[in-house]
């Protein structure tokens, strides 16, 4: 064999020996798995979030057992809806993985003057429920959001005095 025969052999042997050694331990270059959808992506992003939160807070608004509250009622009718539709939304979509960022009051700061209580956190998830059942939001969806919405009751519900 000659010098270039020899070269050519072992650039052949070494190829194959790279190729067979990526196959066995699957070190081949392969794409990086893409990430599932986050749920603010399989919501349909902000214009689908927008809407439910809107449907949510209007039934709020209209609900007696918020109405019952006197503090709730004072505050549905003293601050501006739409300020209040557009932070909500801003939070959902942020707690739901999209790009939105959150830049209002903490959720503790902005609920502990209107003592909610357990009726009216119920009261809550009732509404939220009804409004994806008539977005037809799928079930896994709902159970995310109501996750979501459920890790926020302690720095909203006041305790009970009972």
């Known amino acids: ?96 993985g999209g790009p939105q960022v959150y830049t209002g009051r903490s959720l503790k700061l902005a609920h502990q003057h209107l003592k909610v209580n357990e009726a009216q956190w119920q009261a809550l998830i009732r509404i939220f429920r009804d409004s994806m059942n008539s977005f037809k939001v799928p079930a896994k969806e709902q159970d995310e959001i109501i996750a979501i919405i459920e890790s926020t009751k302690g720095e909203i519900v006041v305790a009970s005095t009972k």
């Open 1 to 96: 064999m000659d010098v270039m025969e020899k070269l050519t052999h072992f650039i052949l042997i070494a190829v194959v020996m790279t190729l067979g050694w990526t196959a066995l331990t699957g070190c081949a270059h392969q794409a990086p798995a893409a990430a599932p959808p986050s749920l603010y992506e399989r919501l349909g992003g902000i214009d689908k979030i927008a809407v439910l939160v809107d449907d949510v807070i209007e039934r709020s608004y209209a609900d007696p057992v918020f109405a019952a509250n006197p503090r709730i009622h004072e505050a549905h009718k003293r601050f501006p809806k739409a300020v209040y539709k557009y932070n909500a939304t801003a939070l959902a979509c942020q707690a739901m």
